[in-house]
């Protein structure tokens, strides 16, 4: 009677955990920070960007349409894309992030930083039968700009940024450890920081921004870590997905002296498909030369 009793007391909490993942599988939030630098003090007005990371293939609404519509609403002036938009695997079609990223094409510049998914899938083209490489190639078509160890400039008033996407070593993306960056890696795939500029570094890999700081980054987009999958209060993120309990940087706005990172929760899931308090989200970043007291989340 007692254990009957017990488990009828732990099946009401069990149903609603259940619930909220499911819910939490198929809804996203928009969440908006405010980034603010003396290197963006000659900007004549505050510029706001869409930055996107871990899709994973996810669909919202047909083609899409409920995740457009937010972007839209967002109104930026550009989106950056943190990678992992697919699935790197060989039963998984590339279809569903073709056809989002192409759709952004025709309303937005997109500059696209590739994650471990279109990485590996870029560098083992025959495992993956070449598909990375039609998957660019089409979205070199619609007009999006790969960021592939290479750098793109804008100019806004009288600021210069420096968009940068980054591909750390494959190693790094190892289980169970962290395996340390080796020395001048980053160097050697995309040369030394400006000074001058303000250098937005996009980097999947949250594990190593230390390393992104040295090198010279203002701002470090990165994702990967599906903001920890569970999230306990003051925003710890419970395990990354090489397994590493509580990482550091699991999802979020962290400001490092005069230097900020942002850390995208994602979009979709892949393998573990649990998301719980911790929803998926579209980030906003508004950029200014102004200070801001606090950031906005919505």
Not at 90 to 98: F, K, V
Not at 210 to 217: D, I, M, P, Q, S
């Amino acid at each position: 009677m007692y254990l009957k009793t017990l488990l009828s007391a732990a099946a009401l909490p069990a149903v609603l955990l259940g619930m909220e993942i499911f819910r939490e599988l198929h809804h996203f939030r928009v969440v908006t920070y405010k980034i603010s630098s003396k290197k963006l003090e000659g900007m004549e007005k505050a510029m706001k960007l869409v930055f996107l990371s871990d899709l994973h293939n996810q669909i919202y609404g047909k083609g899409n349409k409920r995740l457009l519509q937010k972007i839209r609403e967002a109104d930026p002036a550009l989106i950056l894309i943190g990678g992992d938009m697919l699935v790197g695997r060989r039963d998984r079609s590339y279809q569903p992030a073709l056809s989002f990223v192409t759709e952004l094409s025709k309303l937005y510049p997109v500059y696209y930083a590739n994650g471990n998914h279109e990485q590996r899938m870029k560098e083992w083209p025959g495992v993956y039968q070449d598909s990375f490489e039609e998957y660019k190639g089409a979205l070199l078509e619609a007009g999006v700009h790969f960021l592939e160890n290479d750098s793109q400039e804008l100019l806004c008033g009288r600021a210069r940024l420096r968009l940068t996407g980054l591909e750390i070593p494959a190693e790094c993306y190892s289980h169970f450890k962290r395996i340390p960056m080796p020395d001048g890696a980053i160097e050697e795939r995309i040369g030394e920081a400006r000074e001058a500029d303000y250098e937005i570094l996009l980097a999947h890999n949250p594990a190593y921004v230390k390393e992104y700081l040295a090198w010279g980054a203002d701002l470090v987009l990165s994702g990967h870590l599906h903001g920890g999958i569970v999230r306990f209060p003051g925003g710890i993120g419970a395990i990354s997905p090489s397994f590493a309990l509580f990482p550091r940087y699991s999802g979020d706005h962290y400001r490092e002296g005069e230097k900020d990172i942002v850390v995208s929760k994602g979009l979709g899931v892949h393998t573990v498909c649990v998301r719980l308090f911790n929803p998926a989200e579209v980030v906003v970043l508004e950029l200014s030369g102004s200070t801001h007291d606090k950031d906005d989340a919505k």
